[in-house]
């Protein structure tokens, strides 16, 4: 069994940066087959995507965080991060990692809260 779990939330001031990480275990080195992506959920409002890491290729982002958040992946730590930059008040949510593997089985983390003061 698969398991995510993400680290380095914390409470930051507008304008700063934050890089969260998110590690897997339970079943060797998944992520060399997996899609790794990092989802945000704020109160109130539905999760949504912020990056998205295919196994090759490029990474997808978010319009709102494009040229502020970078995402990458450590295949062999089965380990990926989400560094964030330029923090706004609106990036304030749960971050959550998600594997996909094979387009078929999905993984979620239990999430960490990031929570950014004006």
């Known amino acids: 069994q698969v398991q995510l779990v993400e680290y380095g939330g914390g409470l930051v001031q507008a304008g700063g940066s934050l890089t969260v990480s998110c590690v897997a275990s339970?079943?060797?080195?998944?992520?060399?087959?997996?899609?790794v992506g990092w989802y945000r959920q704020a109160p109130g409002k539905q999760r949504e995507l912020v990056a998205s890491?295919?196994?090759?290729?490029?990474?997808h982002y978010a319009d709102a965080v494009k040229g502020r958040f970078f995402a990458s992946r450590d295949n062999a730590k089965n380990t990926a991060y989400l560094q964030m930059d330029s923090l706004k008040s609106e990036d304030t949510a749960v971050y959550y990692c998600?594997?996909?593997?094979?387009?078929?089985?999905?993984?979620w983390g239990q999430g960490t809260q990031v929570t950014v003061s004006s």
């Open positions: 998600r594997c996909v593997v094979q387009g078929v089985h999905v993984y």
């Open positions: 339970g079943t060797g080195n998944i992520f060399d087959v997996a899609t």
């Open positions: 890491m295919p196994r090759v290729g490029n990474t």
